[in-house]
């Protein structure tokens, strides 16, 4: 059973800069495993933000960055808005199967 | 524009079989590298792949639910369907069905526009 962590919560100050991380029981994650990250709002259905590791869908803000980052997958904002106070998700490609993190409760305060 | 809608049975009892429906518009799914994709969602719990099916018919399951899934298309319909069997109350979620689109030369897209879902309970 393969596991996708990421951290579950995490605090960021309007303005400042915060990195999410997505790991694999696999090991390593890296461009193979085609990273998406997504972001639900309660109540909301999840918006995609960053395709196969970095690419960002015409409706992502520029705020919004992925990388691979020390063996994982990793979702940087920076500038962060109020707006940005969301739950996020990482999705990793495992050859034919995909499966989602256990997602990161994002607050701004 | 893309848009994709579940629809289904919002109860079923505990051994049933589920059948949901996704109905999209705005692309279809006989152009090459196009799929659609369910997922779901516990209350209050983290997003679950279930299950994907391309233009080609290729079918894709999750491993942990791949005994009790079953994805099959209808191109002229704009129809995808996802069967559940031997439901269980754990089983209780939001259904959710999302388009994805992979492209030889170019890097997969999972899941970038969703649908709505749809809440689906067991209980007897």
């Known amino acids: 059973q393969t596991v996708v962590t990421q951290e579950p919560s995490l605090t960021v100050s309007p303005g400042g800069t915060v990195t999410l991380t997505c790991a694999s029981s696999t090991g390593a994650v890296t461009s193979g495993y085609h990273p998406n990250w997504f972001q639900q709002k309660p109540g909301q259905a999840p918006r995609a933000l960053i395709y196969s590791t970095s690419n960002k869908h015409s409706w992502t803000p520029a705020r919004f960055s992925g990388s691979l980052l020390g063996g994982k997958a990793a979702l940087t904002l920076s500038g962060v808005q109020p707006e940005d106070e969301a739950e996020y998700y990482c999705?990793?490609?495992?050859?034919?199967?995909?499966?989602f993190g256990g997602g990161t409760k994002l607050t701004v305060l | 524009q893309i848009t994709l809608k579940e629809s289904g049975p919002t109860l079923v009892k505990p051994t049933q079989t589920l059948t949901l429906t996704c109905t999209f518009s705005?692309?279809?799914?006989?152009?090459?590298?196009?799929?659609v994709g369910w997922i779901r969602q516990p209350p209050g719990k983290a997003l679950e792949w279930l299950a994907l099916?391309?233009?080609?018919?290729?079918?894709r399951y999750s491993p942990s639910l791949k005994t009790r899934l079953s994805i099959t298309k209808d191109t002229s319909k704009n129809q995808v369907v996802l069967t559940m069997t031997n439901m269980d109350p754990v089983d209780t979620a939001t259904y959710y069905c999302?388009?994805?689109?992979?492209?030889?030369?170019?890097?997969?897209?999972?899941?970038?526009?969703w649908g709505q879902g749809t809440m689906v309970t067991v209980s007897s």
């Open positions: 705005g692309f279809s799914l006989s152009t090459s590298g196009v799929g």
């Open positions: 999302a388009h994805t689109r992979v492209a030889s030369g170019s890097p997969p897209v999972a899941f970038d526009i």
């Open positions: 999705l990793l490609y495992y050859g034919g199967a995909w499966v």
């Open positions: 099916i391309y233009w080609d018919d290729d079918k």
